[in-house]
């Protein structure tokens, strides 16, 4: 069956990196795109940033120059390099399968930004 397990998320410093992971299985993961979401507590979720089966990526306008979104075909995974992070960056971020509209989706990682 489809699964998408996510690691990497932790507490950390405003200013600081995480590099989240998202590891998929169940079915031809070069073949789909993979999108990141976040949710944060009482808010609605937001789409973080996605790439497309050929490399494209788009970001939300909160993210672009800090975030990366990057994609391992062989080891069936994707990444979400973030940088200069900040509080308001917290938020249980999870993967999801597709791009531009998505089906299974992982339990997600807590990412807390905080001194």
């Known amino acids: 069956q489809v699964q998408l397990v996510e690691s990497g998320g932790g507490l950390v410093q405003p200013g600081g990196s995480l590099r989240l992971s998202c590891a998929a299985s169940g079915y031809p993961f070069r073949f789909y795109g993979l999108t990141w979401y976040r949710q944060a507590a009482g808010k609605e979720r937001e789409l973080v940033a996605q790439?497309?089966?050929?490399?494209?990526?788009t970001y939300a306008d909160s993210v672009k120059g800090r975030f990366t979104i990057s994609r391992d075909n062989d080891r069936n995974t994707a990444y979400l390099q973030m940088k200069y992070l900040r509080p308001e960056d917290t938020a249980l971020y999870y993967c999801a399968r597709g791009f531009g509209s998505t089906d299974y989706r992982g339990q997600g990682t807590q990412v807390t930004v905080s001194s």
């Open positions: 790439i497309s089966v050929r490399d494209t990526t």
